[in-house]
Each structure stands twice: as structure tokens, then as C-alpha cells.
């Protein structure tokens, strides 16, 4: 079973960037290539939200309005890890940050209910 490892969470000024990685779990022998992987964040009291998905070729990429324009989703290969850069944050942004995958051959979605194999979450705080 696919696990998945969310990590780069950290506390940030309003303005500034971070770089968030997803990675497999080291207990699984499958690659991230195979699966349209999503990022997700859940703010205290919130629902979780789709931010932004990517195909497993790369070359579908898919973001909510809310971060177009200032989040990236991309895929390192060589790692096998799905980045998301993250630029322009803001306060309301602080949240815990999650990945997870389509199963089988599912394509890119922004719908919670569309992924599995979500990770634990890495922490990203905005504040002055």
C-alpha cells in the first residue's frame, strides 16, 4: 500500500515562500509517477481544501483559485517527489498541508473525496 510523506512545513513572514515535498513512504516499493498526486491544506475550524493536482506525466496541472498564480506544482523524477512551491503566503494560510493520490488511473481532481493514501500533514505557519 502506498504511503505518502508530506514534509517542508515551517513558520513564514506574510509574503514569503516555502517549498513543500511529497514524497513515497519508504515501507512502499511504488513510485509517485504512477499516480495524479494532490495537495490539500485543513486550517483550524475549515474543511480540508483542494489547492492543486498534477498528472502522472506532468503535464496536467490543476489549481484552486485561491492559490493560482502564486502556488506551483511540479515533479521531480530524480527524486520521485511532487513539490509544491508556494509564494506570496499569507496569514490566512497557515494550515496543516497534506498530499494524496488518485488511485489506479484516476485523473487529476480537486475533490477530497477523489484521493487516498493521504499523509500526516506537515505544518505551515504564517505570521509576523
Known amino acids: 500500500q502506498l504511503q ?5 512545513g515551517d513558520l513564514v513572514q506574510p509574503g514569503g515562500s516555502l517549498r513543500l515535498s511529497c514524497t513515497a513512504s519508504k515501507l512502499t516499493l511504488r513510485s509517485l509517477r504512477l499516480y495524479s498526486i494532490g495537495w490539500f491544506r ?3 475550524g475549515k474543511e480540508r481544501e483542494g489547492l492543486s493536482c498534477i ?3 506532468g503535464d496536467s496541472l490543476w489549481y484552486a483559485d485561491s492559490v493560482k498564480g502564486r502556488f506551483t506544482i511540479s515533479r521531480d523524477n530524480a ?8 509564494a506570496g503566503l499569507k496569514l490566512e494560510n497557515t494550515a496543516e498541508y497534506y498530499c494524496a493520490r488518485r488511485p489506479n488511473l484516476g485523473r487529476c481532481s480537486l475533490r477530497e473525496g477523489d484521493f487516498i493514501s493521504w499523509g ?8 509576523s
Do not use: I, K, R, Y
Open 79 to 86: 527524486n520521485d517527489t511532487v513539490p509544491l512551491l508556494m
Open 42 to 44: 485543513q486550517a483550524p
Open 55 to 57: 498528472s502522472p506525466d
Open 120 to 127: 500526516q500533514g506537515t505544518q505551515v505557519t504564517v505570521s
Open 4 to 8: 505518502l510523506v508530506e514534509s517542508g
